[in-house]
């Protein structure tokens, strides 16, 4: 069973920034589409972010292009988000999520069945 969890998270200042960790354990396929989304209480969970570990290639929703940068680490068991230019909307607690099945397109809109727990982003102005 493929399991992952989020770390990284914290306080920052407008204007800095933070890089989240997802580390996949357990059952780890060597190719997922992982993805990066957010939640804030009473809103609509927002993808950010996803990362083909296979090939390495990338898609971001547009208002985090050019501030933020999802990346796999060598060791393949890693995903990152590195988070600049943060600004208070960024306030949120974060997931990492992955899709082990077959795919098209690695993209936000697949289903995703492994979560992790989340880590919260405090950002201050």
């Known amino acids: 069973q493929l399991k992952l969890a989020e770390s990284g998270g914290g306080s920052a200042q407008a204007g800095g920034s933070l890089r989240l960790s997802c580390v996949a354990s357990g059952f780890v396929p060597s190719r997922m589409c992982v993805a990066w989304f957010r939640r804030v209480p009473g809103k609509e969970r927002e993808a950010l972010a996803v990362i083909d570990t296979g090939t390495l290639s990338t898609e971001y929703v547009d208002f985090v292009e050019g501030r933020f940068a999802i990346n796999r680490a060598d060791d393949k068991y890693t995903v990152y988000l590195q988070m600049n230019a943060l600004n208070p909307e960024d306030t949120a607690t974060y997931y990492c999520?992955?899709?082990?099945?077959?795919?098209?397109?690695?993209?936000?809109?697949?289903?995703?069945?492994?979560w992790g727990q989340g880590t919260i982003v405090t950002v201050s102005s």
């Open positions: 999520a992955a899709h082990t099945g077959p795919w098209t397109s690695c993209s936000a809109r697949l289903g995703f069945t492994s």
